[in-house]
């Protein structure tokens, strides 16, 4: 089955820690995306990759990291600088940009909670 | 700033009904719309995509997309009580690499 995994489901960590979220697409996606949601709230961009070993800042980059070394997966550290990180985190891909349309797939996303 | 607004709901309709979701947007430049699904504690899924004035449908759902009002819809013919969950609208600008999410409406439909 074509699609996007996301692992673990749920996140545990102290605060001061680093963690890695882990996506992973088969579905042959140039463009990949990392979002943040919080209760209640829409989907903020933290980054983005257009493709292989090139990614670009979203709007709430600052206190996390990414990269992009191979097609299918685009992993994202969330650093000890990131002030407030406890939200859902969600990955996405898409066709990709010589495409016409820009349409998401979303994977089963990662809860994360530091305390 | 680009935004895209959505009245955040509670939308509540009576099973069988129409429900009518409304968003708009700020880029006149924008080119392609999306609505999403999303399920309490679960990932949005893509289930309409519009990109030209008009309307489009598909089974119990039709978008209709007005850019010179900068508004987009979303209809759900016969509501089901499976149908309640918060609908995210997406817009994509000129250039359309990045997506704008509004907050999303959210839509009971009572049995």
């Known amino acids: 089955d074509g699609g996007i995994t996301q692992s673990p489901k749920y996140l545990f960590r102290k605060e001061g820690q680093n963690v890695t979220l882990s996506c992973e697409q088969n579905?042959?996606?140039?463009?990949m995306y990392w979002y943040r949601q919080d209760p209640g709230q829409g989907l903020r961009l933290i980054y983005y990759s257009q493709i292989v070993n090139d990614f670009q800042k979203g709007d709430i980059a600052e206190g996390y990291s990414v990269s992009r070394e191979k097609k299918e997966s685009f992993p994202l550290t969330v650093t000890s600088a990131q002030k407030n990180p406890t939200a859902f985190y969600l990955c996405a891909s898409s066709i990709g940009i010589d495409s016409t349309t820009y349409e998401q797939y979303f994977g089963p996303g990662t809860r994360l909670t530091v305390t | 700033q680009k935004e895209v607004e959505q009245n955040s709901g509670p939308l509540s309709v009576p099973e069988g009904a129409i429900a009518s979701l409304n968003c708009t947007y700020s880029d006149r430049g924008s080119q392609s719309f999306f609505w999403y699904r999303q399920y309490s504690g679960k990932s949005p899924e893509l289930i309409m995509s519009i990109y030209s004035n008009g309307d489009k449908e598909d089974g119990r759902f039709t978008a209709q997309l007005n850019k010179a009002s900068q508004y987009v819809s979303l209809l759900i013919r016969d509501s089901q009580p499976s149908d309640s969950a918060t609908y995210l609208c997406?817009?994509?600008?000129?250039?359309?690499?990045?997506?704008?999410f509004g907050a999303g409406t959210r839509l009971f439909v009572k049995a």
């Open positions: 579905l042959n996606h140039d463009a």
């Open positions: 997406a817009v994509n600008g000129a250039g359309g690499f990045k997506t704008i």
